[in-house]
C-alpha cells in the first residue's frame, strides 16, 4: 500500500514558476512508477508528466508542458517532483499524482493504482 500526499501548489503570476512535490509512505516506492495529472473544473483529468521507477530514465510528456515542466524523482526521499516553469493560464487546474508498481510510466490515468487528494495551481493572468 503507498499514500501520497502533493504539496507545492498556490497562485503564481502567468510566467512565473512552482515546483509540485509528491511525497510517498509505504516501502519500496522506488518500485512504483509515477504520473502527474491535472483536472480543471468541467474538464476530463489529463496526463502531464510521468516517470519510470527506480532511476527514472524514462519520461512523458504531455505537448503543451513539454519544454516547460520537468519531472524528476529522490527516491531516497520517497519524493517525485515536478518542476512548472512558464506558467500560463491554462496551467490552472487540480493537479494529482498517481503511482504504479510497474517499471515503465503510463499517460492513461486508468492503470494507476494509488492517488494523492490533489492540490491547487492557480495562475492569474
Known amino acids: 500500500q503507498v499514500q501520497l500526499v502533493e504539496s507545492g501548489g498556490g497562485l503564481v503570476q502567468a510566467g512565473g514558476s512552482l515546483r509540485l512535490s509528491c511525497a510517498a509512505s509505504g516501502r519500496f516506492f522506488s518500485n512504483y512508477a509515477v504520473g502527474w495529472f491535472r483536472q480543471a473544473p468541467g474538464k476530463e483529468r489529463e496526463f502531464v508528466a510521468a516517470?519510470?521507477?527506480?532511476?527514472?530514465?524514462?519520461?512523458y510528456y504531455s505537448d503543451s508542458v513539454k519544454g516547460r515542466f520537468v519531472i524528476s524523482r529522490d527516491n531516497a526521499k520517497n519524493t517525485v517532483y515536478l518542476q512548472m516553469n512558464s506558467l500560463n493560464f491554462e496551467d490552472t487546474a487540480v493537479y494529482f499524482c498517481g503511482a504504479r508498481n510497474w517499471p515503465t510510466p503510463s499517460r492513461e490515468p486508468a492503470v494507476y493504482d494509488f492517488w494523492g487528494q490533489g492540490i491547487q495551481v492557480t495562475v492569474s493572468s
Open positions: 516517470i519510470s521507477r527506480l532511476s527514472g530514465e524514462i519520461t
